[in-house]
Structure formats: structure tokens, C-alpha cells
Nanobody
Framework: VQLQASGGGLVQAGGSLRLSCAASGSIGSMNYMGWYRQAPGKQRELVALMSNIGSTNYADSVKGRFTISRDNAKNTVYLQMNVLKPEDTAVYYC?????????WGKGTLVTVSS
């Protein structure tokens, strides 16, 4: 499965962006789909995760502001990001997990200006 993230860009603090992750195969079969991010000089961290039964998990720093969703018919996962903060600036990566294997797409850069 190949994953392609898009939707990043430059936004002012308080603004919103929606990231999309298009998969070349079925995401319905994935155990988990998620979004991670890596800020300059920092390790990659989990942002949001959704299981194949729809349960979700969020990093504390984004709870209440970010929402992960999926459209299995379109094989696409979304990350709606609201009330963006400068500390949300990072490269965002889409991830799929299936039976011990991780699939990563190329990241999309999100820059939040203050």
C-alpha cells in the first residue's frame, strides 16, 4: 500500500487546515490508520490514530482541536486541524499499520505563523 499525504501549507495561528492521505489500496483492511508529525530537531510523534472499528486516540497536545476521520470508499484518511498553534509546525506523515507492518507516506509540511 502506498500512501500520499497532501493539504499542508502556511496558515496563521488560530486557523485551520485539513490534511488528506490517499491510499493506493484498501484502508479498510488496515488495523490502524494514523497521523504522525516531526518538528525540526524533534522525534516523530503520534498525532492521531484510528482503528479499523473507528476508535480514536489523540496526543494530549491536539485533543479538542484535531479530528481524524476516514472514508473507506475513497481509501482516504483525513486530519482536520483547527485552532492551529505555532507549535503544530511540523512535517505530517500518514501511517498505516497492518499485522506488524508499517506503511508510511511522504510527509506534508504544515507551517503555523504567529
Amino acid at each position: 500500500v502506498q500512501l500520499q499525504a497532501s493539504g499542508g501549507g502556511l496558515v496563521q495561528a488560530g486557523g485551520s487546515l485539513r490534511l488528506s492521505c490517499a491510499a493506493s489500496g484498501s484502508i479498510g483492511s488496515m488495523n490502524y490508520m494514523g497521523w504522525y508529525r516531526q518538528a525540526p530537531g524533534k522525534q516523530r510523534e503520534l498525532v492521531a490514530l484510528m482503528s479499523n472499528i473507528g476508535s480514536t486516540n489523540y496526543a494530549d497536545s491536539v485533543k479538542g482541536r484535531f479530528t481524524i476521520s476516514r472514508d473507506n470508499a475513497k481509501n482516504t484518511v483525513y486530519l482536520q486541524m483547527n485552532v492551529l498553534k505555532p507549535e503544530d509546525t511540523a512535517v505530517y506523515y500518514c501511517n498505516g499499520y497492518y499485522r506488524g507492518s508499517n506503511y508510511w507516506g511522504k510527509g506534508t509540511l504544515v507551517t503555523v505563523s504567529s
